[in-house]
C-alpha cells in the first residue's frame, strides 16, 4: 500500500508548489468552504476513520509502544468530534492573508503598507500523532500555505485516510487538491530527501521526540523550528494556595501526560513544603502517578515513602522514589514526575533556567511581587501564574489549532497558529515619485 519513491516525492513536491501559487490568492470564503468539508466529513467519515486508525493502534500495541505512544495515536469518536471542533474554529478565525499590518503615509506622500502574505509550502515531519495531519493542514490551507506531511510508521493508515479526507474536501470546494500531499512511505531516505529540498519547501517544521527535532535541526537545507521540547516546572511558592497549587499541580501531570506542554518537575518552596508536599503527593499518586522526590522530599513525606528504585518508572506506577541527576530536565511524556524542595525563589529560577527547554513555566503563588519577578525573569514560550501549564496550546489561545510549539525565538515562539504561518510583504504606492 505504501510505496513512495524519491521520483514520487519530488512530483509531489512540485505539485504543493504550484498548487500552492493558486491557493495563495484563493478568496477566503472559498478556504472557508474547504475547512468546514474537513469538518463535516471528520463527524460524517469516522467508521472509516477510526477502521483506520485501529490497524495503527493494533500494530502499536503489537510492537511494544509504551502507553503514552499510544495515547498519542489513538482516536476516538470523542476526539474526532473535537477535531471537527477545531477546524470550524479556525475557519471562523480572521484571514491573515492580506491583512495591513502597518500604514504609514510619508512626509514625501508615498503610502508605505506591510500586508501579510504566506509562507509558500510547509513541510512536516511527525510521529505517532494522527490530529497533527488535520491540525497542520487546515492551518496551512486558511493561511494560503500548501503543505507535504510525512507522518511517523506507527500512524501510517490513519495518516493516509485523513490525508485522503482532506484531498477530497478540497476539491469539493474547488479548491487545488495538490495543496495538501501526503508522502505514504514512512522510510527514512525520503526524510533525508525532504530535508534538502529547499526549492520547494519553504519552512520545515518536525514534531517529535528530542532525536528527530535534533536531526532536523542539524541535516534541514532549509528554515526550520526545531524546538519544542517541553521540559515544563511547576513552583510553588511560599505564598501559594495549598488547595490551588494541589488542583493545578494534578491537572497539569494528570489530564493528558502523554503531550509536551504537561508538567514535568514539581519545585516546592521550604517554608510550604511539610503542609504542601503530602497534600499534593496524595492525589498524584492515586492517580499512578510516579515521584523521583529529591532527598528534602522523601524526608517530608517520610522514609517509608522512600522505595528501591528499579525498573524505567513503568512497573512501579504511584509509588514515591529517590531522584537522581538524569530526572532534571526530562521530559516525561507519562504518569512520572521530579520533585524538588528549594529555599528561594531565586533558587526555583535558577533550577528552571538550568534544566528547562523554555517550553512551559508556571509558578502558583499569592504573592503579586512574586508572580511578576517570574514573569519577568523565566525564559520560556509560555510563563504562567496560578495556572496550569496544559493551557500552552493553540486552541486554548484562541488560535483554533497549532502545528506545533515553538521554543525559538525566530521567527514565531510558542503555540504557531495562522499569522505565525505567514510572512508579509511592503506595499509601496506613489504618484510618480523618484528618490532625490
Known amino acids: 500500500m ?46 472509516i476513520i477510526l ?48 491583512e495591513c499590518l502597518e500604514s504609514r503615509i510619508m512626509p514625501n506622500g508615498l503610502v508605505i503598507e506591510r500586508r501579510g502574505i504566506p509562507l509558500g509550502v510547509i513541510g512536516t515531519i511527525y510521529e505517532s500523532r494522527p490530529n497533527v495531519t488535520i491540525d497542520i493542514s487546515v492551518l496551512c490551507l486558511k ?6 506531511l510525512r507522518g511517523g510508521k506507527e500512524s ?31 522510510d527514512r531516505s525520503l526524510v533525508e530527501a525532504i530535508l534538502g529540498m529547499k526549492q520547494y519547501i519553504d519552512l520545515l517544521i518536525p514534531r517529535g521526540g528530542d532525536d528527530l527535532v535534533r536531526y532536523v535541526a542539524e541535516n534541514a537545507t532549509m528554515a526550520a523550528v526545531t524546538g519544542g521540547i517541553g521540559v515544563c516546572h511547576t513552583y510553588i511558592d511560599s505564598g501559594a494556595h495549598i488547595e490551588k497549587a494541589a488542583n493545578i499541580v ?21 517554608e510550604i513544603a511539610p503542609q504542601c508536599l503530602p497534600r499534593i503527593t496524595q492525589d498524584l499518586t492515586e492517580a499512578g502517578v510516579e515521584l ?44 512520572l514526575a521530579s520533585v524538588k524542595v528549594v529555599d528561594s525563589l531565586d533558587d526555583a529560577l535558577e533550577h528552571i533556567e538550568t534544566y528547562g527547554s523554555g517550553h512551559s513555566e508556571a509558578i502558583i503563588t499569592e504573592d503579586q511581587a512574586a508572580a511578576q519577578r517570574f514573569l519577568d525573569e523565566v525564559d520560556a514560550s509560555a510563563v504562567f501564574v496560578n495556572a496550569s501549564t496544559r493551557f500552552n496550546d493553540g486552541g486554548q489561545f484562541g488560535l483554533g489549532a497549532e502545528v506545533g510549539i515553538s521554543t525559538q525565538k525566530l521567527h514565531a515562539r510558542g503555540p504557531m497558529g495562522l499569522r505565525e504561518l505567514t510572512s508579509y510583504k511592503w506595499v509601496v504606492i506613489g504618484d510618480g515619485h523618484v528618490r532625490e
Not at 495518516?159 to 495538501?180: C, F, Q
Not at 494534578?250 to 521550604?270: E, F, G, M, W
Open 292 to 335: 523521583h522526590c529529591d532527598r528534602r522530599a522523601l524526608s517530608i513525606l517520610g522514609p517509608s515513602a522512600a522505595t528501591p528504585r528499579v525498573g524505567n518508572g513503568d512497573s512501579r506506577v504511584g509509588s514515591i522514589l529517590p531522584a537522581n541527576e538524569e530526572d532534571w530536565g526530562t521530559e516525561f511524556l507519562s504518569l
Open 250 to 270: 494534578y491537572n497539569a501531570k494528570v489530564q493528558r501526560p502523554s503531550v509536551c506542554n504537561a508538567l514535568d518537575t514539581i519545585i516546592v518552596h521550604s
Open 2 to 47: 505504501f510505496t513512495a519513491t524519491i521520483e514520487d516525492l519530488m512530483d509531489q513536491a512540485r505539485a504543493a508548489r504550484a498548487a500552492s501559487r493558486t491557493l495563495a490568492h484563493l478568496p477566503t470564503e472559498d478556504k472557508n468552504h474547504v475547512l468546514f468539508n474537513i469538518a463535516d466529513a471528520l463527524e460524517g467519515k469516522q467508521e
Open 156 to 186: 501510517i493508515h490513519s495518516n493516509a485516510a485523513l490525508a485522503s479526507l482532506i484531498r477530497d474536501a478540497i476539491g469539493r470546494a474547488g479548491g487545488p487538491t495538490d495543496a495538501v500531499q501526503f508522502i505514504d512511505n514512512p
Open 143 to 148: 493561511s494560503g500555505n500548501a503543505c507535504i
Open 51 to 98: 477502521e483506520a486508525n485501529a490497524l495503527d493502534c493494533e500494530a502499536g500495541e503489537s510492537a511494544g509502544l509504551n502507553d503514552a505512544l499510544l495515547d498519542r495515536l489513538l482516536l476516538t469518536k470523542e476526539r474526532l468530534n473535537s477535531l471537527a471542533s477545531d477546524v470550524r474554529r479556525v475557519a471562523e478565525l480572521p484571514d491573515p492573508v492580506g
